[in-house]
């Protein structure tokens, strides 16, 4: 008998052993951006905040550059559970929302701080929540920045982006962007974005400022346009079941440490934007040109035929909410 006690005692004492020893969870965060950008930035800052809240109990690992899954896989492998955490571009929600396509309308947002407005809004916020029932949790929006047309020729105004082949991010509203200016608008992943500008598959593009200097868009593109025409954001996102089964302390430590990132890479976006565009100009390789306000008029009427195409899907009330944004 008592020696019967005395294994069970050891047995015990074994399993806290064990539980307390017990190996970290491995939680996989990938993205197809550069470590300086605003994303790459917000990815490590969540690694070194997880990882100080839950010593021992997390091991972050960070996927940058499409070095684990690029564009197309990477959200096939968060459902499967091969990875845990994805920051797509808003621009790639297409197949399991049509709400978010908005980020897309061309001209909607006067500037990121209208951006940052209505994602902070009611209705911004409601955004989050909307692919739950396909498996998807968000946890917040991060900012990476206005987008810029770029091309070989100078695009003053819509007539020249006539007949180019642009390469877009998968969006459909996107596409209809560059058909409204007679363009001929190809969906590439983002890692073959410089190959297919420097072969020439594609003629231009359009992504914010520090994309374009960190994959070197500008060393295969002879201008860039100020156009700021559209947004390039982000949604940081989970796969909910994985995200449901975690212990609570390790949501709440995980929680705080996304909230804190994202602010930290929102902060990047808001305070490096023009440092990005000024390294793009100081390296001189593409002429960064000026849009006059008829240009931008021009482009603006050009595009803006688009935003009814999409009316349906998105939904008059988001639009107006968006719009409420701007002042
Ligand atoms: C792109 O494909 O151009 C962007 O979505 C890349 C990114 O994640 O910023």
């Known amino acids: ?16 052993g064990m539980a307390a020893h017990a190996a970290p969870i491995v939680i996989k965060y990938s993205h197809v951006v550069a470590d300086v950008t605003p994303k790459g930035q917000a990815a490590l800052k969540f690694k070194e905040l997880a990882e100080k809240k839950l010593p021992g109990k997390v091991d972050i690992q960070i996927f940058p550059n499409s070095q684990l899954f690029g564009d197309g896989k990477e959200m096939e492998a968060l459902l499967l559970g091969d990875v845990q955490i994805l920051a797509p571009s808003l621009a790639k929600f297409g197949k399991y929302t049509k709400q978010i ?20 809004s009611k209705e911004g916020q409601g955004l989050l929540n909307s ?12 900012h990476n920045g206005m ?13 020249d982006a006539k007949g180019l082949k642009f390469r877009i991010q998968a969006s459909d509203v996107l596409e209809e962007q560059f058909k409204a200016v007679g363009g001929n608008p190809q969906k590439l992943a983002f890692a073959e974005v410089y190959q297919a500008l420097q ?3 594609v003629d231009g593009t359009e992504n914010p400022w520090s994309n374009i200097y960190s994959k070197k868009f500008h060393e295969v593109q002879k201008y860039i346009m100020d156009s700021n025409h559209g947004v390039l954001d982000y949604m940081v996102i989970g796969n909910a079941k994985w995200w449901a089964g975690l212990p609570p302390d390790v949501q709440k430590g995980l929680s705080e440490a996304m909230a804190e990132s994202i602010k930290f890479g929102n902060k990047v976006a808001f305070d490096e934007d023009m440092a990005f565009r000024k390294k793009v ?7 960064v040109l000026p849009m006059n306000k008829e240009q931008t008029a021009a482009w603006r009427s050009a595009m803006q035929p688009v935003w009814k195409k999409f009316e349906g899907e ?14």
């Open 199 to 201: 072969t020439g598959v």
């Open 147 to 159: 987008k810029q047309l770029s091309a070989n020729k100078p695009l003053g105004y819509p007539t």
């Open 101 to 120: 396509q908005i980020f897309d309308l061309p001209f909607l947002f006067d500037d990121i701080q209208a951006v940052d407005r209505f994602q902070a």
């Open 1 to 16: 008998m008592k020696l019967k006690l005395k294994l069970v005692a050891a047995g015990m004492l074994l399993a806290f």
């Open 131 to 142: 692919m739950e029932k396909k498996g998807i949790k968000g946890f917040g929006f991060l």
């Open 281 to 287: 100009i100081d390296e001189n390789k593409a002429k």
């Open 314 to 327: 998105i939904g008059k009330p988001l639009i107006d909410a968006a719009l409420k944004a701007n002042k």
